[in-house]
């Protein structure tokens, strides 16, 4: 999973680092990171990050 964390919370660029080869977990992957996050504390002059972290699915 890689996206983009801007300073304000909000999340842009988000994709996939490689697929599941699972249409429905790709995109649960994706739902995870969708949408916002807290804004950076105070202090922070960095516009953006970029982030890649590993998620591992296990289906049962």
Do not use: K
């Not at 994709?15 to 739902?31: E, F, K, P």
């Not at 922070?44 to 970029?50: G, I, N, R």
Request: glycine share 10%.
């Amino acid at each position: 999973m890689r996206f983009t964390v801007m300073r304000s919370g909000s999340v842009s660029a988000a994709g996939l680092a490689r697929s599941s080869g699972v249409g429905q977990i790709d995109s649960a992957a994706l739902s995870a990171v969708r949408g916002s996050l807290p804004a950076a504390p105070a202090g922070v002059t960095q516009q953006s990050l970029s982030i890649t972290i590993p998620l591992n699915y296990r289906v049962r």
